[in-house]
C-alpha cells in the first residue's frame, strides 16, 4: 500500500477524499465574507474575504499579528464573529457548527499531543475517541507512523521527539479520520530545512488526495513552494490574492540580486547600487545579499560595473522575476519578518 493509501484510510476501510464532497450552491470548501473580530478594542480581524476552492493549498500570508490564527479559529469555529459570514462546504460557521467540525481538521501552532504518552498510544487514543475499535485505531495508528517515518519511534515518549518529529505526529493525529479540511497553522515554525521539506512532502500527498489545505505561515518561501494561491493579509485585512506568480507579476518590475564576497562591504555596496540603479536596494536574509526592483536592464550593467570600479567583489548575481519577499515589501512598505508593527491579536506566534 502507498504512503498516499496510508494517508488517505484506506487501510481502514474509510472512504478516500477524491470523492464529491462539495455542498452548497458556491461549491466552495471556504467562503468567508467580511470577518470581523476584535479583542477589546483592538481588530485582529477587519473585514476577510476568503474563497477556498476544494482540493487545493490555500497559502495565508502574512506577520506575527497580522490576524492568520484568528481567522482560522473562526472558520473552525472556535472564535465567533463578531460580524461577517463563513461557510465550509456550505455549512455556516455559527449556526451549523457541529456540520463543519465534522468535516475539518486543526493542527495549531503548537502540538496538541500529550508528551507523556508515546507516538503510537497518542495516535490510539484519538482513534479510539473518534469511534474506532481497538483493533482499527491500533491498526490505523501504524499505518501513520509508518507513513509519517516515525514507526521506529513508536513507543518513544512523545517528550523525547525532536520538533520534527512532534510536528509530523501531530499532523497524523489532525488526519486519523482524513478530514475534507485541513487547517495547518504555521506548521513549520521552528523546524530545521530536513524537518520542514518533511511536513513539506506531508501537505502535498494530503492535497494530492484530495484533502483541501488551508496553509497559514509567515514563511514566503513556503507559500512559494506549496500554495497553488496566496491571500497576503495585513494588519487584519486581506490586501492581495492570487497565485504565486499572479503576485509576483503584480510587482511590475523585475529583481536584481547580488551577493557579496565580503559581507563587510555590504553598506557600501547598497549606497553604490542605490545610486546606480536610482531605486531602494534591500538587504537579503543572507547577510552577504542585496536584492533591488530594477525595470532597465541596462542600469543593471551600469550598476555592476560600479560595483567593480569601487572594489566591491561579487560571488553572483541575477536578474529575474521578484520574489515573494520583494511582493510582500511592496504591498506592505515591510519585509515579512518585520514584526515591529505587528499588533497583538490575542494569537500565540
Not at 504512503?3 to 484510510?9: L, M, P, R, T
Given at each position: 500500500m502507498s504512503?498516499?493509501?496510508?494517508?488517505?484510510?484506506e487501510g481502514d476501510g474509510k472512504m478516500s477524499i477524491?470523492?464529491?464532497?462539495?455542498?452548497?450552491?458556491?461549491?466552495?470548501?471556504?467562503?468567508?465574507?467580511?470577518?470581523?473580530?476584535?479583542?477589546?478594542d483592538n481588530v485582529a480581524v477587519g473585514g476577510v474575504d476568503l474563497k477556498v476552492v476544494p482540493g487545493e493549498i490555500y497559502g495565508f500570508l502574512g506577520p506575527n499579528g497580522a490576524g492568520k490564527t484568528t481567522t482560522i479559529r473562526m472558520l473552525a469555529t472556535l472564535l465567533r464573529p463578531d460580524s461577517g459570514t463563513a461557510r465550509v462546504f456550505g455549512h455556516d460557521v455559527v449556526r451549523e457548527s457541529d456540520a463543519v467540525r465534522g468535516r475539518v481538521s486543526l493542527t495549531g501552532q503548537f502540538a496538541s499531543v500529550d508528551e507523556d504518552l508515546t507516538g503510537l498510544e497518542n495516535l490510539v487514543l484519538i482513534a479510539r475517541l473518534l469511534g474506532h475499535s481497538r483493533k482499527q485505531a491500533k491498526a490505523r495508528a501504524n499505518e501513520l507512523l509508518?507513513?509519517?517515518?516515525?514507526s521506529e519511534a513508536a513507543g518513544r515518549q512523545v517528550k523525547k521527539y525532536s520538533g520534527g518529529m512532534r510536528r509530523r505526529l501531530d499532523i497524523a493525529a489532525s488526519i486519523v479520520v482524513t478530514p475534507d479540511l485541513i487547517f495547518l497553522d504555521e506548521p513549520t515554525a521552528g523546524?530545521?530545512?530536513r524537518s520542514r521539506n518533511q511536513v513539506?512532502?506531508?501537505?502535498?500527498t494530503?492535497?494530492?488526495?484530495?484533502t483541501t489545505v488551508l496553509l497559514t505561515t509567515q514563511y514566503l518561501d513556503e507559500a512559494d513552494q506549496l500554495a497553488d494561491r496566496i491571500a497576503v493579509i495585513d494588519h487584519g485585512r486581506v490586501i492581495a490574492e492570487g497565485t504565486p506568480g499572479e503576485l509576483k507579476a503584480s510587482v511590475g518590475s523585475g529583481a536584481l540580486h547580488?551577493?557579496?564576497?565580503?559581507p563587510e562591504q555590504k553598506p557600501q555596496a547598497e549606497r553604490i547600487l542605490s545610486q546606480a540603479l536610482g531605486v531602494p536596494v534591500q538587504p537579503g536574509s543572507d547577510p552577504a545579499s542585496l536584492s533591488a526592483r530594477v525595470s532597465d536592464p541596462e542600469r543593471v550593467s551600469y550598476a555592476l560595473v560600479e560595483l567593480s570600479r569601487s572594489g566591491v567583489a561579487t560571488t553572483d548575481f541575477a536578474l529575474g522575476q521578484p520574489s515573494l519577499d520583494e511582493v510582500f515589501l511592496a504591498l506592505t512598505g515591510r519585509p515579512a519578518e518585520d514584526e515591529d508593527t505587528a499588533a497583538t491579536e490575542g494569537e500565540a506566534a
Open positions: 504512503k498516499e493509501d496510508f494517508i488517505a484510510g477524491g470523492r464529491d464532497l462539495v455542498d452548497g450552491a458556491d461549491g466552495l470548501a471556504i467562503h468567508a465574507e467580511g470577518l470581523v473580530h476584535r479583542f477589546g509508518d507513513a509519517f517515518g516515525l523546524l530545521d530545512p513539506w512532502e506531508i501537505i502535498r494530503l492535497a494530492a488526495e484530495g547580488v551577493r557579496l564576497r565580503d
